[in-house]
């Protein structure tokens, strides 16, 4: 039928005079625009956002066969975007890991790992790859060995925290014919109890260690892929920004690659690429990216540069070997020439200064400023290193580290560097753009919820609350930062980030109103019907009915 547009009273070359497919009514929209404007009511076509308003306005812009979705009064946030996730290789272990994000006790930790041994094959490894750390438990402490043998019973056991340490149990030790120090990876070490017995823990070489573990059969990874966004589609979430990192090789990428090709895929993701070869990072790069055009993709997936490790031997390094650091430039200049996006892990603030001096050197030579390039992490990032970020045009991916990392950096810097851990005040105020994340799965858990609360009261999973009020963002700005925020680093802020009409219908209606939900209460928040581009990806409770079969 012919409309008129109720706003300019064109006809249908007016997007506003085209029946809406999809309508979602009766709630309150968060939309995230500029002004952070409140909606009623939403309408979409074709994936997109064709008018927000009065549930009055829009259910008139309702099609014959238009889906009407009662929202009941809930509340809907633009899809949120985890700027710094290494959302690819997470996805290609979920199906065969064993997950410890956000339990609360050892024992159901414990009862995972023995659920977990039950479905699996004689011989096959258990295996809890990170995102946990053992404040979060009541009984606040690590599992033991006897422990961890008892839950895996005849299976091979492996259980990782952060990067720092693991834990094996004799038969995993066996079927990696480790016996003394000598068998370990350079760097690591066997933890021994006081009569000088090996425990079971090891402490460091942690990332040659696990890289010694067989990895998840191609259908595994696949299904882990597809189960693993699923996963964060019930937490609200639409899109990552992947920066590759540790343990993952070219052939992790061929899971993601299928399912994005099988049109399988529910969450948006923008992947960086590290070198893989250390010490011949810069031929590998000028190699293998040959071929490969900055945003080669589509909006589902693209390549958004190189990332986040760069030149290895320069990774977290204070006082770099001027030679990695000419190589460093090499890169940098070359991906400047090519448009290339770019983003550095870098964990301290007296490590990024050699960094952006040679930005600052290329950028001389070939600008940077519009190719949004980032550094991760920096959680004590100065206010002088910040403003050399913004003249360059950089952003910042901030991530919640410090909820779990809190209480031992307050151990090594004192109550008042992690006041401002990390700054996220005197960023915006400088005007550096921010993204939001985690940096999961390895190092963090993945849920944005949690970081968003720890966003919101700088408390660690222990309880410590440690950031001042100087540096707590409001509940928009925070949000901002974990959708509009996050879409800046993959150049996609025009397109998806906040709700508005022309953007991509990406979004989530939430089991509770994040605005109005005591802070502490923010981490429980979930999603009841994902959407992406339009197409629902996930629902659940009172709205399951409206969730689309997915073809597998
Ligand atoms: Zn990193």
Redesign the pocket.
């Known amino acids: 039928m012919t409309r008129i547009c109720i706003i300019c009273a064109a006809f249908s070359v007016c997007l506003l005079a085209q029946d809406a497919d999809s309508v979602l009514i009766n709630g309150k929209i968060l939309t995230g625009d500029a002004a952070f404007s409140v909606q009623q009511a939403l309408a979409l076509r074709d994936g997109k956002i064709i008018a927000l308003g009065s549930t009055a306005q829009v259910r008139k812009l309702a099609g014959a066969k238009a889906r009407v979705i009662d929202l009941g009064g809930r509340t809907v946030i633009p899809g949120l975007i985890d700027s710094h996730m290494h959302a690819i290789r997470a996805a290609s272990f979920f199906a065969t890991e064993t997950n410890w994000a956000g339990v609360p006790t050892l024992m159901e930790a414990l009862d995972r790992i023995h659920e977990s041994a039950r479905s699996k094959n004689p011989g096959e490894w258990v295996i809890v790859g990170g995102g946990w750390k053992p404040e979060q438990f009541k009984e606040n402490r690590l599992p033991t060995q006897a422990e961890l043998s008892e839950a895996a019973g005849d299976h091979p056991a492996y259980v990782q925290m952060l990067y720092s340490w693991a834990l094996m149990n004799q038969r995993g030790m066996d079927a990696l014919n480790i016996k003394s120090d000598a068998d370990l990876p350079r760097g690591a070490k066997l933890d021994r109890d006081a009569n000088g017995n090996p425990t079971g823990g090891i402490t460091g070489g942690i990332v040659a260690l696990f890289d010694r573990l067989p990895r998840p059969t191609l259908e595994q990874q696949i299904e882990g892929t597809k189960k693993f966004f699923r996963e964060l589609n019930r937490l609200g979430m639409t899109g990552v920004s992947d920066?590759c990192?540790n343990n993952v090789r070219p052939e992790t990428y061929a899971a993601i690659d299928k399912v994005w090709h099988d049109r399988q895929l529910t969450v948006r993701v923008a992947y960086s690429i590290c070198g893989f070869n250390p010490p011949h990072e810069v031929e590998e790069f000028q190699k293998y990216l040959g071929l490969m055009p900055m945003g080669f993709g589509d909006d589902m997936m693209h390549f958004n540069g190189i990332g986040?490790q760069i030149v290895w031997a320069i990774n977290n390094v204070e006082k770099p070997n001027p030679a990695d650091l000419e190589r460093f430039y090499q890169i940098a200049k070359w991906a400047a020439g090519r448009g290339y996006g770019l983003t550095f892990?870098c964990g301290t603030d007296a490590a990024v200064d050699p960094i952006l001096t040679v930005f600052e050197r290329v950028n001389s030579e070939v600008p940077i400023k519009d190719l949004r390039w980032s550094i991760?992490?920096l959680n004590d990032a100065s206010s002088a290193s910040l403003r050399r970020m913004k003249a360059l045009g950089m952003g910042w991916t901030m991530q919640d580290e410090m909820y779990f990392q809190g209480e031992e950096t307050e151990r090594r810097l004192g109550v008042e560097a992690v006041r401002r851990m990390p700054p996220v005040e005197t960023a915006r105020e400088i005007g550096v753009p921010i993204g939001a994340g985690t940096?999961a799965h390895r190092v963090m858990a993945y849920n944005p919820f949690t970081a968003l609360q720890w966003a919101l009261d700088g408390t660690t999973v222990g309880g410590k609350p440690l950031r001042g009020p100087e540096q707590t963002p409001s509940r928009e700005n925070a949000l901002r930062a974990y959708t509009q925020g996050s879409a800046w680093f993959s150049h996609d802020d025009d397109t998806r980030g906040s709700l508005e009409v022309g953007k991509l219908a990406d979004l989530a209606v939430l089991t509770n109103d994040y605005m109005t939900v005591p802070v502490n209460q923010i981490g429980t928040l979930e999603s009841l019907l994902t959407m992406v581009g339009g197409k629902i990806v996930y629902a659940a409770g009172p709205l399951a009915k409206w969730e689309t079969p997915v073809r597998h």
């Open positions: 920066p990192g986040e892990h991760a992490h940096d």
